[in-house]
């Protein structure tokens, strides 16, 4: 089994900053890829950040030069720095994580719970 626990989410004002984290336990052995997707209420899930192996990043345009994302290897982690937040980024973010686990040559797809990210004053 492979689990994906997420972080980091929570209320915050507008211009402020909240740093996400989802660390990838169990049978995980290695990680192609990570992403971060947002799901508004009544909108599509969509994705947000996107970082490969040999680190090359694709954003949203909506969230250029305001997120972030990286990832730590070793700790089987990824991470979404969120900077100058706006109300429109209000969303559950999820995890996203395309891999393969223990004596397996087959990538597969896993998602993380969710997180709530809400942007208010």
């Known amino acids: 089994q492979v689990q994906l626990v997420e972080s980091g989410g929570g209320l915050v004002q507008p211009g402020g900053s909240l740093r996400l984290s989802c660390a990838a336990s169990?049978?995980?052995?290695?990680?192609?890829?990570m992403a971060w997707y947002r799901q508004a209420p009544g909108k599509q899930r969509d994705l947000v950040a996107a970082?490969?192996?040999?680190?090359?990043?694709n954003y949203a345009d909506s969230v250029k030069g305001r997120f972030t994302i990286s990832r730590d290897d070793a700790k089987k982690t990824v991470y979404l720095q969120m900077n100058s937040l706006k109300p429109e980024d209000t969303a559950v973010y999820y995890c996203?994580?395309?891999?393969?686990?223990?004596?397996?040559?087959?990538?597969?797809?896993?998602w993380g719970q969710g997180t709530q990210v809400t942007v208010s004053s």
């Open positions: 996203y994580i395309y891999g393969v686990q223990y004596y397996s040559h087959t990538p597969l797809p896993y």
């Open positions: 169990g049978s995980i052995f290695s990680i192609d890829r």
């Open positions: 970082i490969t192996s040999d680190g090359p990043t």
